[in-house]
């Protein structure tokens, strides 16, 4: 059973509190752990350890920053199997996806170590002989990161190497299902020999308050934040009061588009994949598939036999694939998307119950569904469902599926599959999405630039353009008098 207290300036402390609270396994609701439950008072304590440690972390070299993130990344390698085993205990994801996370986690740590060294300014020609311009990228100072459960140790690192690479300090507030591998985290990067304050966890059940906290201070110039398009547009209206800047990745509504020159086999893997991925709690997980017509039949036939042959259960036990949904307002959901497409005409080829896998699996689980002949009226096609659930709709022509896949305010990610060239290019370039999956399933990786348009969020995480958001531009103006 683990037990974490906040880690604050290089310690690890009760909460002001003196409370903690426990962390549940989704798959059957037994206790994992506990973690402290901090409150706007640690806040403040984990904002003054930051602040203290910003002025010698921006300092150090490059190198030297770059050092430690290669050493945060090895420990987390060695430590490798036991972050997947707290993230399937705490979060529900099969044991195999939780590795494939800490692997994708890790490579933030790897790939920043490297972009660390690779802060370049620039010079600007003057207008005058006697004046010289240079422009330096500067880190933007202490900044705050809040994160959701569905990937609980990947959405911190996609945050914290940037952030320290360029010079930040930072302080955390994981999601209050799963604090306990962001402690994990937390005790590696301090193995790691991170210097006290410029990593600062603040784990808790009151998530306005510490927002609220993180917010209303002006020391805190950042605010980096992954979940719900609904909590990203309030906590953007808060941070109009401090002017912070703001990097929000919310919520998708990804269409997948398959044509009828795709090879189906292959897009039927690779649909089965993006959409059933973490039991379909993803914000680029498949939401909605728009296929030819002339191939509906057979591809919704195969879509079928492949989501039949999903196994459903804890995922810790041998050969699940698809674990539990995180709590009973996710599986009711679920619930509500389907009825509301069954009772207006979606026939379901597979699933549509939740189920209990054994006796002791007593979480919310819920079969593989896909449904046929969705329509635009249905909230399957309207709202992010979060769960395994595929929407099946048909289309006639290029034109008539682009404007359903752009018919949302969402804008994250968007898939199609095609073997013709031509189509690839004009499909994907029209596509009002941050990323599009040309016969390409799994796009996310650390050397990309992830993020979303219209109300998917602001801002870029990962690849070269990742660290930008941790900088400020400054320039100055040299006159050679
Ligand atoms: P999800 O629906 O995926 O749980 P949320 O947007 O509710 O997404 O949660 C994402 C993160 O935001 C979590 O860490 C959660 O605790 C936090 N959070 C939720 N509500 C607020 C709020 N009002 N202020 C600050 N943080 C919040």
């Known amino acids: 059973m683990k037990r974490y207290g906040l880690f604050i300036g290089g310690e690890w402390l009760e909460a002001s509190s003196g409370t903690t609270f426990d962390v549940l396994n989704p798959a059957d609701r037994t206790v994992v752990g506990q973690a402290a439950a901090g409150n706007a008072a640690d806040v403040n304590k984990a904002v003054d350890a930051a602040a203290r440690a910003f002025p010698d972390w921006s300092k150090r070299t490059a190198r030297e920053r770059s050092g430690l993130l290669t050493k945060i990344y090895d420990g987390m390698m060695k430590r490798k199997e036991e972050i997947a085993r707290l993230m399937t205990l705490e979060q529900g994801k099969p044991l195999g996806e939780a590795r494939g996370e800490v692997q994708y986690a890790a490579d933030f740590f790897q790939w920043y170590g490297e972009e660390a060294k690779r802060i370049y300014g620039e010079t600007i020609p003057a207008n005058s002989p006697d004046k010289r311009i240079w422009v330096l990228r500067q880190p933007v ?10 990937f609980p140790a990947a959405m911190i690192t996609r945050k914290v190497a940037p952030a320290l690479a360029a010079g930040c300090t930072m302080v955390a507030k994981p999601a209050e299902q799963t604090p306990l591998t962001a402690a994990l985290l937390a005790e590696i990067m301090q193995e790691a020999g991170l210097p006290p304050g410029v990593f600062n966890l603040v784990t808790g059940t009151q998530a306005e308050e510490i927002g609220d906290a993180l ?35 919310l919520g998708g509504q990804a269409p997948y588009l398959v044509f009828a020159d795709a090879d189906l086999e292959q897009a039927a893997i690779e649909v089965t994949a993006s959409k059933f ?160 999956g040309v016969n390409d399933g799994m796009p996310s990786t650390a050397q990309a630039p992830f993020g979303g348009m219209k109300q998917s969020g602001l801002g870029r995480e990962g690849g070269r353009q990742g660290i930008d958001e941790y900088l400020e531009v400054k320039y100055v103006s040299v006159g050679l008098k």
Request: with cysteine; charged share 25%.
């Open 215 to 249: 917010l209303a201070d002006s020391r805190v110039r950042k605010l980096t934040f992954t979940g719900s398009t609904e909590v990203g547009k309030t906590l953007m209206r808060k941070a109009a009061d401090t002017v912070k800047r703001l990097s929000l990745e």
């Open 277 to 436: 991925r973490n039991a379909g709690q993803t914000c680029v997980c498949t939401n909605r598939v728009y296929v030819h017509h002339s191939i509906k039949e057979e591809f919704a036939a195969t879509l079928a036999r492949y989501a039949q042959e999903l196994k459903v259960g804890n995922g810790l036990h041998e050969g699940v694939q698809i674990g539990p949904l995180i709590d009973e307002q996710a599986l009711d959901k679920v619930e509500s998307h389907v009825r509301d497409a069954v009772d207006q005409g979606a026939r379901v080829l597979t699933g549509g119950r939740k189920l209990r896998p054994s006796e002791n699996e007593t979480g919310c689980f819920y079969e593989p569904t896909v449904l046929l002949d969705t329509t635009e009226k249905m909230r399957v096609e309207q709202e992010e469902t979060f769960g395994p659930v595929l929407p099946i709709h048909a289309f006639e022509t290029e034109e008539e599926a682009l404007a359903l896949a752009n018919n949302t305010p969402y804008g994250l990610a968007a898939y199609l599959y095609t073997r013709d060239l031509s189509r690839a290019v004009r499909v994907s370039e029209r596509l009002e999405y941050g990323i599009v």
């Open 141 to 150: 100072g202490v900044t705050a990161a809040i994160t959701p459960w569905n």
